[in-house]
């Protein structure tokens, strides 16, 4: 037993590489359809959708997703990819539109349609269309109302028709822009023209690409792959770097970079519980075993998570955060580093915990606003400033990570403290201090970052404050960093007391990053979100309990009192 505890975070490590290596390996396999024509090549090709140019198959899944809230579709009883489904849509319409691939949750409309089936949720064109002008006729009423005053029916019937008017678009190839501009002066253009009127592209792009539809049509698999090899030579010339961005998002796509590191941090995060558990139970040399073995699989999927970030980057030709999707990945990933320097020190494993517990949140956050399609979309006019994106941006959700980190610590700290005797003697007057010492940077930061995004809106708008709720969140996660530390050198709190005013900063900072966009109001509400209300209200309720967890008086704390 004492060998296998001394090899077992090696094992660990080396069976995580090895299915990190599985990934990429499948991810590299060709995906054909079921008649064996090859859907490589076709998935590789750059289009020209949402204000940038991407890869075929990231149109197709982004398209899926907003219509079916999934990137595969049923086909027959199997699961096949999204580009499968795009082509089927372009080249045998008749069958696409007997796919299942509209979500409908909403009874009200359900019954609208004259759908019996209460528990399915995905349906076909075909069972939509004998109801088509109801919807419109309903839509057409709903819009007509504000999104905010919107009843939930409403909502639901404007997003079905919203859904029902993209699949038009799409199947009549109106988008995306399917012909590349292969000599100055051209531009990206749809195969059929957006007015109905207009004549269709008749390039020499537009012919290339009509021949990989019509020999993929006719299920010839060589002329196909002739057709595809030619369109991507001739693409070679004029958009090579559009042609390597798309084969690296296409890779990324099939590795799921971020999904991969969010179960490898659940995976930390059960090691480092078990290892806090194997304590009391006269296993002491598992103890450190599982603790390494823990940080070890922390460190993989950081690095899963670092390639996935640097793959954004380069791809987008930005700074790491760009939206609210891309913020989430970057919060996450900015925790990790701080919380894997304090466990490299301490060696207590509660830090273990944090830095999986948050990486594996955020990422389940990312992935869950990754619903609404391109993560890399088109930026809002007043955001398009890298230097502004990287200083202001970035500073500032460090700031968020920060401030987050120390409220994790501090949530460990008081469930550690009350509920176990885990953290008995050194651990319990370590954590405060760690907690101290990032409240400390997270100030710093989210001052620097609060006063930067002045300057920038002073150059954007002519006013450097305004009150914007965006503003006021932002001022509200200094003014509370401020007010730790400015609690605790007025002995005004000590341990407990820091711990409990950083759990209330995860409220605040929740707020700051989510709550301030639901409103739907100021310069910085870039687009109104409604659907993580219960969401943000569920953590905010945890946080309030968390709070009344830490007002057990300290002589009924189990780790206190368990103290030598």
Known sequence: MKTLARWFPALVVVFVVAFLVSIGASALKPVARVDGVSLDGIAR??????????????????????????????????????????????????????????????PDVKSLLAITEASRTRFS?????????EVVRQSQLANAISRKQQDPFQRAISDLYGKLAEFVEVQSLRTPYLAAPLANGEEWAPLLAADPHGQP??????????????????????????????????????????????????????????YQASLLYLVA?????????????????????????ALGVIALAFVLHTLGLTARIYLQGRPPVTNLYSSAVFIGWACIPGALLGEWFARIGVLSLAASLIGFATLVVAHNLSASGDTMEMMQA???????????????????????????????????????????????????????????FAALASFVGTVLG??????????????????????????????????????????????????????????????????GVGLHSYGFMDSAVFALLGFCIVQLALLCVALVPTTRWRSLAATP
Not at 244 to 257: G, N, T
Not at 276 to 287: D, I, N, Q
Request: proline share 4%.
């Open 125 to 133: 064109w075909t069972e939509i269309a004998p109801k088509l002008e």
């Open 269 to 293: 995060f059960l090691l480092g519980c078990i290892a806090m558990l194997v304590a009391p139970l006269s296993a002491e040399r598992w103890k450190p075993s599982l603790l390494r073995s």
């Open 454 to 519: 002045g300057i920038w809106a002073d150059q954007s708008w002519g006013r450097f404050w305004g009150w914007d709720p965006k503003e006021n969140g932002a001022a509200l996660i200094v003014l509370w960093n401020l007010l730790i530390l400015h609690a605790r050198w007025g002995g005004m709190v000590r341990d407990r007391g820091v711990a409990m005013l950083a759990i209330g900063g995860n409220i605040v900072t929740a707020w700051s990053w989510f709550g301030t966009n639901m409103l």
């Open 201 to 258: 592209a008749t390039g020499a792009s537009a012919q290339a690409i009509r021949a990989v539809l019509v020999a993929y049509a006719a299920g010839d698999a060589a002329a196909c792959e002739q057709a595809v090899s030619a369109y991507h030579a001739l693409l070679a010339v004029a958009h090579a770097e559009a042609e390597e961005r798309s084969a690296l998002e296409v890779f990324l796509s099939r590795c799921e970079p971020f």
């Open 45 to 106: 090709i750059p289009v020209s959708a949402g204000g940038r140019t991407k890869p075929l198959d990231s149109f197709a899944r982004n398209t899926l997703l907003r219509l079916s809230g999934r990137q595969t579709y049923d086909a027959d009883g199997t699961m096949r990819p999204a580009i499968e489904w795009l082509l089927e849509l372009w080249t045998n319409p008749d069958e696409a539109a007997k796919r299942r691939v509209f979500r409908i949750d909403h």
């Open 382 to 440: 007043v955001l398009d400033s890298n230097f502004w994106l990287a200083t202001h941006v970035v500073v500032v959700t460090i700031g968020y990570s920060a401030t987050f980190l120390a409220g994790f610590i501090a949530i460990f700290y008081v469930v550690g403290g009350v509920c176990t005797k885990l953290l008995r003697g050194e651990a319990m007057k370590a954590l405060p201090r760690m907690i101290y010492g990032v409240i400390c």
